[in-house]
């Protein structure tokens, strides 16, 4: 209908439909209250991770008073079982627990979306090679396995570091494996190997923004786990080795002396499990919005 049409009708001509724009998956996953609620608890432990070093009154190596001392003179909170500030040891033992268990989840997330990519695109001897090397790997599990390699080469931050992402990076690329046999059906993939764009340019622009959605889901999860994971082997006694300021090396060693001085446990521990509740908050955030749970609804 013309201007002149639409005016001797009175009506107003309809404008041309555009295609609708959903709003992409952070901004949809702020919308829950239980990402945000997230954020502020996982926020907070990682601003002490972060901060803590910048803020704590002694060295956390530092001898401040008596053993065990709940009351030692210029400490807030009483000496560990050695005489050095609780609170300050509190306060460096993060940075080095959560660097590394972010470390670890990323280096695990992206080995484990590049063998899924291959494997999920290609379909052929490379995705058996891959999916039955990773069932073998599967097979084991993560701790003991753990355990077993620290014990043999040492606990040492960098094996720890590979121990863990080798550990993610198998169950990343079977859900990786999954998403990507969804999309390269999908049109846009196949009129770009029609026109003979190489594999891996379709696998990097065509197939892997299209799965990021569980990308970020999985590296919500494997940043929790990999938190626990670091944390149960320093108080095994196989990741970080004394005098260092971890949290889960601040739970063994005031174990024994947890009725004369709970703080070297309680801080800890209250800490990791802060963390762990905000990381999980946050990542069921992302997998509603990612699936679409209730979606445009604030929950």
């Excluded at 201007?3 to 404008?15: E, K, M, S, V, Y």
């Excluded at 439909?17 to 502020?40: D, E, M, Q, S």
């Excluded at 701790?143 to 620290?150: I, K, P, S, T």
């Excluded at 923004?209 to 990999?226: A, D, F, K, Q, W």
Aim: proline share 5%; hydrophobic share 50%; no cysteine.
């Amino acid at each position: 209908m013309s201007t002149a049409d639409t005016a001797r009708t009175g009506g107003t001509a309809a404008a041309p439909a555009g295609p609708v724009r959903r709003p992409g998956l952070l901004r949809t996953a702020w919308r829950y209250h239980r990402t945000k609620i997230g954020v502020v608890l996982a926020g907070a432990v990682l601003l002490v991770a972060v901060a803590g070093p910048f803020l704590s009154p002694f060295s956390p190596t530092e001898m401040a008073g008596l053993p065990n001392s709940a009351d030692a003179e210029d400490t807030l909170l009483g000496t560990d079982e050695v005489g050095r500030d609780v609170f300050s040891r509190f306060l460096h033992g993060g940075y080095t627990l959560v660097s590394i268990a972010v470390l670890s989840a990323l280096a695990g997330v992206v080995g484990g979306a590049v063998l899924g990519l291959v494997a999920g695109y290609l379909r052929n001897w490379a995705d058996e090679l891959i999916m039955r090397t990773n069932d073998m790997l599967l097979a084991f599990p993560q701790l003991v396995l753990a355990l077993l390699l620290l014990s043999i080469l040492g606990p040492q931050v960098w094996l720890i570091v590979v121990i863990i992402a080798l550990s993610h990076a198998n169950r990343v690329a079977r859900v990786t494996r999954e998403a990507t046999l969804k999309v390269v059906e999908q049109d846009f993939v196949k009129s770009a190997e029609a026109i003979g764009v190489p594999r891996w340019r379709i696998m990097a622009a065509e197939i892997l923004p299209n799965i990021t959605s569980p990308l970020l889901v999985e590296l919500g999860l494997r940043i929790t786990y990999s938190v626990g994971t670091i944390a149960t082997l320093s108080f095994l006694g196989m990741g970080l080795q004394p005098p260092t300021a971890d949290w889960g090396l601040m739970i063994n060693e005031g174990r024994t002396a947890i009725t004369i001085q709970p703080w070297a446990v309680v801080l800890p521990v209250a800490a990791v499990a802060v963390l762990t509740i905000g990381a999980n908050l946050i990542t069921d955030g992302l997998s509603r919005a990612s699936i679409g749970i209730d979606r445009g609804v604030e929950k």
